[in-house]
């Protein structure tokens, strides 16, 4: 009888929306998962409930002395890393023409310092467990534009040619890398975004959400659950032959642009 083979990930942005519906889906296949993200509370309770399987650190991916922190943690934990996740990031609407310098600067560091930060903390613990995968959560903007998006879109932009240059790089030491590109998921992220907009009094949080259904041609937006069936697949052994790609799940909706 073969043993099973031991698979760890670690999630970041793992307390809410992509992040959570990830982690309950590497626990309900049998993985270890370590759970990061600076929403304590949230997060704890998610990692109580998904069992002894997961395990929950708090870790704040602009920082690379944290990121590094939780890698050990994980480490600890669960046992050797085999893959990892890079999923935390964060929104604003803006243009080149209204955006503050704090602003522009919070977004980079959080969506690409961030990133960076968290695999160059995970991808030496997986190499030295023999090899994995990495997940980056880019997006649909990593290919097409949108309006009032331009911090945002600019580092989901840079995330899909880190995905590519590190797949060349890494591939030789026997990591795989790939990324997801969402189109719009119901997520509290949205939501906040949503919560913005409306605050302005220009249309309300429901009436903002059925005009983005309507941008579908299936008529909805995608559920983070449909994501996550992506990561898992990109990060398990179906995937095998599967690297430097950037995964369109978008509904369909950058196929006309």
Request: proline share 3%; with cysteine; charged share 20%.
């Amino acid at each position: 009888m073969n043993t099973p083979k031991h698979q760890h990930i670690l999630i970041t942005g793992a307390a809410t929306g992509i992040g959570a519906a990830a982690a309950r889906r590497f626990v309900d296949e049998g993985w270890y998962v370590t759970m990061v993200d600076i929403n304590d509370t949230v997060g704890a309770a998610l990692a109580a409930e998904l069992g002894p399987r997961a395990h929950y650190v708090h870790g704040d991916v602009c920082s690379a002395a944290d990121m590094e922190s939780a890698v050990a943690a994980a480490e600890a934990q669960h046992g050797p890393l085999t893959s990892v996740f890079a999923n935390a990031g964060i929104h604003r609407h803006n243009t080149l023409l209204d955006i503050s310098e704090e602003e522009f600067d919070r977004i980079v560091r959080t969506n690409i310092y961030g990133t960076f930060h968290t695999l160059r903390a995970a991808v030496p613990a997986i190499i030295a467990s023999g090899g994995g995968t990495v997940v980056i959560t880019a997006s649909d903007q990593s290919t097409v534009g949108k309006h009032r998006s331009f911090a945002y879109g600019l580092t989901k932009g840079a995330l899909g040619q880190m995905t590519k240059s590190l797949s060349l790089d890494l591939l030789p030491q026997g990591v795989r890398v790939n990324a997801i590109c969402p189109g719009t998921i119901r997520t509290p992220m949205v939501d906040a975004i949503f919560e913005r907009i409306a605050a302005n009094g220009d249309a309300t949080v429901d009436e903002l959400w059925k005009s983005e259904a309507a941008e579908y041609a299936c008529g909805r937006v995608g559920e983070p659950a449909e994501v996550a069936a992506l990561v898992y697949f990109l990060a398990s052994d179906a995937s095998s032959f599967c690297s430097g790609g950037l995964y369109l799940i978008d509904g369909g909706l950058s196929a006309g642009k």
